[in-house]
């Protein structure tokens, strides 16, 4: 099986219906980091989606950031992003996923808002906007 389709029962599991709208549509990259797929997006807004009210890890995700994003609404919601994986506690990385959560009908949509990454380390709150490859 697929990891994204083992996400996608987890996800059915926790009784959150939910979906990943406005994916990036080529590969994200943050400095010299490795670029992140399209699918690694969706992961982590797959995991937003299913910790958003029993947030994990030390710093608690998804937690609120509080970027100028005019257009993607708020609250900001970010979630660590890492390749091929879903999040899911320990050491969160330098990047993150930001998205808005927003009902539609009885489905649950983590609408994608872009990725920053930290410029030091977790926790500096000095971050960079990653950019479409």
């Given at each position: 099986?697929?990891?994204?389709?083992?996400?996608?029962?987890?996800?059915?599991?926790?009784?959150?219906?939910?979906?990943?709208?406005?994916?990036?549509?080529?590969?994200?990259?943050?400095?010299?980091?490795?670029?992140?797929?399209?699918?690694?997006?969706?992961?982590a807004g797959n995991a937003a989606l299913q910790?958003?009210?029993?947030?994990?890890g030390a710093r608690k995700y998804p937690h609120?950031?509080?970027?100028?994003?005019?257009?993607?609404?708020?609250?900001?919601?970010?979630?660590?992003?890492?390749?091929?994986?879903?999040?899911?506690?320990?050491?969160?990385?330098?990047?993150?996923?930001?998205?808005?959560?927003?009902?539609?009908?009885?489905?649950?949509?983590?609408?994608?808002?872009?990725?920053y990454a930290h410029k030091t380390r977790p926790?500096?709150?000095?971050?960079?906007?990653?950019?479409?490859?």
């Open positions: 099986m697929k990891p994204l389709s083992c996400f996608a029962i987890l996800l059915a599991a926790s009784g959150v219906s939910g979906r990943v709208t406005n994916l990036p549509k080529k590969d994200i990259v943050c400095g010299s980091i490795r670029a992140f797929k399209p699918s690694d997006v969706e992961k910790h958003k009210d029993k947030p994990i609120q950031y509080y970027f100028d994003r005019k257009d993607c609404g708020s609250p900001l919601m970010g979630f660590p992003l890492i390749w091929t994986v879903p999040y899911s506690g320990g050491e969160p990385g330098l990047v993150r996923a930001i998205f808005t959560f927003v009902q539609d009908g009885n489905e649950l949509v983590a609408r994608y808002c872009g990725t926790g500096d709150n000095d971050f960079y906007i990653c950019k479409d490859s």
